[in-house]
């Protein structure tokens, strides 16, 4: 069994590749030190959004310790939508980390699980 990164460690090595990128990113809500559930909005800036969070252990075949996630909203979610199921998983796990995210091409510097 590998050991994986606290998760105030991932999220500041996420806003720091963002910056490096030429992408811009902040946290927006601190939640558990050592593993709580990391969620990643990203705006394109032209009216859509994508929300990304934690793939299930079903799409994770090994474990390397590196954090997948998944895309949980369609393609052309506006970002009060992605806004609105961020929500829906602050009601369930109230220490989820958030990080917010802009980048005009999409991207999102995430591990994606394969589906």
């Known amino acids: 069994m590998s050991s994986r990164l606290k998760s105030s460690i991932f999220v500041a090595a996420y806003i720091r590749r963002a910056e490096i990128e030429g992408g811009f990113a902040v946290l ?17 800036l032209d009216g859509t959004a994508a929300l990304y969070g934690p793939a299930p252990q079903s799409l994770i075949t090994e474990d390397d310790g590196i954090r997948r996630f998944i895309l949980l909203t369609p393609e052309g979610t ?3 939508d992605a806004e609105t199921r961020l929500q829906r998983e602050f009601r369930f796990d109230p220490d989820l980390w958030v990080i917010e995210a802009e980048d005009r091409q ?6 994606l699980a394969v589906e």
């Open 106 to 111: 999409g991207r999102h510097f995430l591990d």
């Open 78 to 80: 506006t970002p009060l």
């Open 28 to 44: 927006r809500h601190r939640g558990a030190e050592e593993a709580g559930a990391i969620f990643v909005k990203v705006d394109r």
